[in-house]
């Protein structure tokens, strides 16, 4: 199938040809005749997918399709984003799509200097690109008016919910037109009980598009895991960057202060590093990502929440430094490798406190990851885990950053999971296979 065959205009076909693609992803396929009719959608769609594009261009023909000539100037489609980073590459893609068309577009978020963003919305604006927090703000402060939205795309649905979004997003629902006068796109990774339910809502009878398993990891990538004691993970992480010659490594952590405190132990081990986190700034978290995507940085340290919609072409290897608290989160942090048919590798440094999380993406991926005991760095046997709070990374939190801890673990429950586990799986004897490598 090609783009040509999907009812698209020639405006839009023009800019698709220059961008170099001329065969439509699945979701593609699926979601653009769809919305296109008209029709309110479901997606299950995954990073890396080319969802983006899915919605990007039918919503700029139905926008044109039923532009009126002249005179006012209002926001007719809304793109709710959970992430700064996701925003940006929306916008993005909307003014990739869209230059050869008379619409005119916008991205907003937080940790950014208002003013010239109300100067933006001033001049007036057909699609805005937000996230939740700042588009509220401009609200109560009159910038913006969500009457005339006549089309709703929210991205990454999972994630925002897991971000603690909901209320926001049910605010923002109320200041709209009804659900039976606009047109709906969500695109989720997960249809989890909470995603059904917040359609359910949102969506007026919709088309439901799962192109594969969300739980699907794709076969471009090879997985591998490396049994390591808890404090010898930095020690291996610089052998394995060094030894084998990685020239660009996106790394893992679950915290903050876990990903300033790795890059800047790898920078003392002589490797260039950066981190990306939601405490930085937008201007901070950009500098990043442009050093890490030109080479001045050889690793890009981050959590799960700032990775969100990074754009990295043919990055090459992925590594766990330590495994998701969410076990579908795995399968977005390996997503980031293996694109569009290249191989990608994705490496998880794992240490006894966290058998249990393992077991859970086994389970969740419905295959087991090899284990390879890298010579050298064998880890001892004897150690005893210690409990992992399990709770998703920014879970049950606000805009006022704090958590209402619904989604965590006491520590008895962590630590009965951590012994059955052990108990289980009988530690790493029998379960891994000594590697090649040795200790430099």
């Given at each position: 199938?090609l783009?040509?065959?999907?009812?698209?205009s020639?405006e839009?076909?023009?800019?698709?040809?220059?961008?170099g693609?001329?065969?439509?992803t699945?979701i593609?396929q699926?979601?653009?005749p769809?919305?296109?009719e008209?029709?309110d959608?479901?997606?299950?769609?995954q990073?890396?997918?080319?969802?983006t594009?899915g919605?990007?261009?039918?919503?700029?023909?139905r926008?044109?399709?039923?532009?009126?000539?002249?005179?006012?100037r209002?926001?007719r489609?809304?793109?709710l984003t959970?992430?700064?980073?996701?925003?940006?590459?929306?916008?993005?893609?909307?003014?990739?799509?869209g230059?050869?068309?008379?619409?005119?577009?916008?991205?907003?978020?937080?940790?950014v200097?208002?003013?010239?963003q109300?100067?933006r919305l001033?001049?007036?604006?057909?699609?805005l690109?937000?996230t939740?927090g700042?588009?509220?703000d401009h609200?109560?402060?009159?910038?913006?008016?969500l009457?005339?939205i006549?089309?709703l795309?929210?991205?990454?649905?999972?994630?925002?919910l897991?971000m603690?979004?909901i209320?926001?997003?049910?605010?923002?629902?109320?200041?709209m037109?009804?659900?039976?006068d606009?047109q709906?796109?969500l695109?989720?990774?997960?249809?989890s009980n909470?995603i059904?339910q917040?359609?359910?809502?949102?969506?007026?009878?919709?088309e439901l598009i799962?192109?594969?398993?969300c739980?699907?990891t794709?076969g471009?990538?090879?997985q591998v895991?490396?049994?390591?004691?808890?404090?010898r993970?930095?020690?291996?992480?610089?052998?394995?960057i060094?030894?084998?010659n990685?020239?660009q490594?996106?790394?893992?952590?679950?915290?903050?202060?876990?990903?300033n405190?790795l890059?800047?132990?790898?920078?003392?081990?002589?490797?260039?590093a950066?981190?990306?986190h939601?405490n930085?700034t937008?201007a901070?978290r950009?500098k990043?990502?442009?050093?890490f995507?030109?080479?001045?940085a050889?690793?890009?340290?981050?959590?799960d929440i700032a990775?969100?919609?990074?754009d990295?072409?043919?990055?090459?290897?992925?590594?766990n430094y330590?495994?998701?608290?969410v076990?579908?989160?795995?399968?977005?942090r390996?997503?980031?490798?293996g694109?569009?048919?290249?191989?990608g590798?994705?490496?998880?440094?794992?240490?006894v406190d966290?058998?249990q999380?393992?077991a859970?993406?086994?389970k969740?991926?419905?295959k087991?990851?090899?284990?390879v005991?890298?010579?050298?760095?064998?880890p001892?046997?004897?150690?005893?885990?210690?409990p992992?709070?399990?709770?998703?990374?920014g879970?049950?939190?606000?805009?006022?950053?704090?958590s209402?801890g619904r989604?965590?673990?006491?520590?008895h429950n962590?630590?009965?999971?951590?012994?059955?586990s052990?108990a289980k799986?009988?530690?790493w004897?029998?379960?891994?296979?000594?590697g090649?490598?040795?200790v430099a």
């Amino acid at each position: 199938m090609l783009f040509d065959s999907l009812g698209l205009s020639a405006e839009l076909l023009r800019a698709v040809r220059e961008q170099g693609y001329t065969e439509p992803t699945p979701i593609q396929q699926r979601a653009i005749p769809a919305v296109l009719e008209g029709e309110d959608v479901l997606a299950g769609a995954q990073t890396g997918t080319g969802k983006t594009a899915g919605f990007t261009l039918p919503l700029l023909q139905r926008l044109m399709e039923n532009r009126s000539q002249g005179g006012h100037r209002a926001i007719r489609a809304l793109v709710l984003t959970p992430t700064r980073e996701l925003a940006a590459q929306v916008g993005e893609s909307i003014e990739t799509y869209g230059r050869h068309l008379p619409l005119q577009s916008t991205v907003i978020f937080g940790g950014v200097k208002i003013n010239p963003q109300i100067a933006r919305l001033r001049r007036g604006v057909d699609i805005l690109v937000a996230t939740p927090g700042r588009l509220l703000d401009h609200i109560n402060q009159g910038n913006i008016s969500l009457d005339e939205i006549e089309i709703l795309v929210l991205d990454e649905a999972n994630r925002m919910l897991d971000m603690g979004f909901i209320n926001d997003i049910r605010k923002l629902m109320a200041m709209m037109p009804s659900k039976h006068d606009r047109q709906t796109l969500l695109f989720s990774a997960t249809f989890s009980n909470e995603i059904r339910q917040l359609a359910n809502k949102l969506l007026d009878r919709p088309e439901l598009i799962e192109v594969e398993r969300c739980n699907k990891t794709a076969g471009s990538i090879s997985q591998v895991i490396h049994p390591v004691d808890k404090n010898r993970k930095r020690e291996m992480l610089s052998h394995m960057i060094g030894s084998r010659n990685w020239s660009q490594v996106l790394v893992f952590t679950r915290t903050k202060h876990g990903a300033n405190r790795l890059a800047q132990q790898l920078e003392r081990d002589g490797l260039s590093a950066t981190a990306i986190h939601g405490n930085k700034t937008q201007a901070a978290r950009t500098k990043a990502l442009a050093n890490f995507k030109s080479g001045k940085a050889r690793v890009l340290v981050a959590t799960d929440i700032a990775a969100r919609g990074l754009d990295i072409d043919q990055l090459p290897h992925v590594v766990n430094y330590e495994l998701p608290n969410v076990a579908e989160d795995y399968v977005h942090r390996i997503g980031r490798t293996g694109r569009a048919g290249l191989d990608g590798e994705a490496v998880s440094l794992v240490c006894v406190d966290e058998f249990q999380l393992l077991a859970d993406i086994e389970k969740l991926i419905r295959k087991e990851i090899p284990k390879v005991t890298l010579e050298g760095y064998e880890p001892d046997l004897t150690i005893k885990p210690e409990p992992i709070q399990k709770k998703r990374n920014g879970a049950g939190r606000g805009r006022n950053g704090s958590s209402n801890g619904r989604h965590g673990n006491n520590g008895h429950n962590a630590r009965g999971r951590g012994r059955r586990s052990q108990a289980k799986s009988g530690g790493w004897k029998g379960r891994s296979k000594p590697g090649q490598a040795r200790v430099a």
